[in-house]
């Protein structure tokens, strides 16, 4: 009998245990029912309230917010921004961008990454950066929110790469024929230097935008197909140049001077900023300054304009050259004009402009060549145009110039006394029919001070007759600053001419006086500079 019960006990055992692994199967069966099979991002199930304290607008600044943490993301919210099913909906969103990236790539995110959404009144634009993800609810709306998901993923800056991406991995269509028409087009192949602006909605036409992103797309498929997705962030000339070939394009393409490669971005809404070797960049877009080419422009043109001017020195002014650090890092700030008392700027290593990007050149000028003098002085202003007028003047400076004898001054209303500037401009020069790659700038520079000074035009039109002291609304006793910018640069262009750039530059950039530089009073050098403009 007492056998008996210890088998019936050894199969009661046996029974619980097999039922226990049955009800355990169900509980998994029942917990994996939101998700389906090889799909790693789960859904956050529970939040924790906080404070945030990571952003730097009162807006954000000690928001409480909402923050649910799985294995590989977390997923933070407004509290009481979003009702329970807007919450729900976009957790599910969430979730599923992620999974579709890991079912394209078979890649997991480098680190954790958070997300953070919030309503549109309570979102200003602000930048996704490393592993965080920052976008409203708008965002979540329209699926631009994929695009930011794909930028934290893989940790790229690069629009152009991180565009490409989002439309392969949500399988996004394009039209193979409008690419090949469009890059069987020379001009277009410049599109490849991959500038990330030319891939960023907000700075460009709606064609070109769509177009840029077709291109994206196209060449980062063809990258992953050709060499792998580890390879995106070493799109090189060779891989463009194939890709080229087998879009049909009967052009190639050849990388120039400027390492696009290690450009560094961040965008919001309406403004970006750029990090390069030498550089940084802070740009909001404003009236005068609104495009991607635009943008390009300011970049490369700076970066030609440095490396020109540093060769120039080098060769020229060796002593100035060698005593002073060229390669400083350069901060530039284009923005909005909040009131009529703020300038163009540049001081430790730091620019800011206001208005058109062409005064950029004037202050990085400032930027090389320091004053001791106070703010508003020839000496200072004089050299800074020099440099950025007649040494290194970049296109967009000599055309506008240019324009004073080519066109009469038809387009701009400082420019509209243009006929007595050409006059001496033909006069210096001795010849009167001239394109704008002909202009000689210091010719040109010379014809404008002349006419200033003789006061027969010009007499209203800032900045061509204000005098350096009015323009800075002080009253100065500082040597020459009765001139006008532009009278200041012919005097110092003069000045060149009679005396070695290393001199010239130890008057512009210390407190000594003309006589304690080149023996000479400012006033007898004013004259003399008078009498050569009456050449």
């Known amino acids: ?228 997705i580890e390879k995106l962030t070493d799109i090189d000339e060779t891989v463009k140049n194939a890709w080229l070939k087998e879009i049909g394009s009967p052009f190639t393409y050849r990388e120039n001077d400027i390492k696009y490669n290690n450009f560094q971005y961040a965008q919001s ?66 923005k909005k004009r909040n009131s009529s008392e703020e300038r163009n700027n540049a001081n430790n290593n730091i620019i800011t402009v206001l208005n058109i990007d062409d005064t950029v050149f004037h202050e990085l000028g400032h930027i090389f060549f320091p004053s001791p003098l106070q703010f508003g002085n020839m000496k200072s202003d004089g050299i800074a145009d020099y440099a950025s007028l007649i040494l290194c003047p970049n296109d967009r400076r000599r055309e506008w110039y240019s324009n004073i004898i080519l066109e009469d001054g038809k387009h701009d209303e400082y420019l509209q006394y243009g006929e007595s500037v050409k006059l001496y401009y033909e006069g210096y020069c001795k010849k009167d029919n001239y394109s704008n790659s002909e202009i000689n700038m210091e010719y040109l520079i010379d014809a404008i001070a002349i006419a200033t000074l003789k006061k027969e035009y010009f007499s209203e039109l800032y900045p061509f007759s204000k005098s350096i002291n009015d323009v800075y609304k002080i009253e100065s006793d500082i040597e020459g600053n009765e001139l006008t910018y532009i009278q200041s640069c012919s005097f110092i262009s003069y000045l060149c001419k009679g005396y070695s750039f290393d001199t010239v530059l130890s008057y512009c950039t210390t407190s000594n006086t003309c006589e304690e530089v080149f023996q000479k009073g400012y006033e007898e050098l004013k004259h003399e500079w008078l009498d050569y403009l009456e050449r």
């Open 1 to 228: 009998m007492k056998q008996v019960f210890v088998q019936i006990s050894k199969k009661i055992k046996v029974q619980n245990m097999i039922l226990t692994l049955v009800i355990t199967g169900l509980s998994f069966s029942f917990i994996g029912c939101n998700k389906k099979s090889g799909e790693p991002f789960d859904i956050p199930t529970s939040f924790q309230e906080q404070k945030s304290q990571f952003y730097d607008s009162d807006i954000q600044d000690n928001m409480i917010i909402m923050v649910g943490e799985t294995k590989h993301y977390s997923l933070t919210f407004a509290k009481d921004g979003f009702s329970n099913d807007e919450i729900e909906s976009i957790k599910v969103k969430i979730a599923g961008s992620l999974n579709q990236i890991y079912k394209k790539t078979k890649e997991f995110p480098k680190d954790n990454i958070d997300v953070y959404v919030f309503p549109d009144s309570k979102f200003q634009g602000f930048n996704s950066n490393e592993n965080k993800v920052f976008c409203s609810a708008s965002d979540i709306e329209s699926g631009d929110y994929r695009y930011q998901l794909v930028q934290s993923y893989f940790g790229v800056s690069n629009p152009c790469i991180s565009l490409g991406l989002t439309g392969y991995i949500n399988d996004k269509e394009y039209d193979r024929d409008i690419l090949k028409t469009y890059f069987s087009k020379e001009e277009n192949i410049e599109l490849l230097h991959l500038f990330g602006p030319r891939f960023m909605k907000d700075w460009n036409e709606k064609e070109d935008y769509e177009m840029a992103e077709m291109t994206a797309i196209s060449l980062i498929k063809f990258t992953i197909q050709e060499k792998g």
């Open 269 to 334: 809404e309406n403004h970006v900023k750029i990090f390069t070797d030498d550089a940084r960049y802070n740009i909001d877009k404003t009236e005068f300054f609104n495009t991607a080419k635009q943008i390009e422009n300011l970049v490369v043109n700076q970066i030609k304009w440095k490396k020109e001017l540093k060769e120039y020195l080098q060769l020229h002014a060796p002593k100035y050259y060698n005593s002073h650090d060229l390669d400083m890092t350069i901060s530039y700030i284009l």
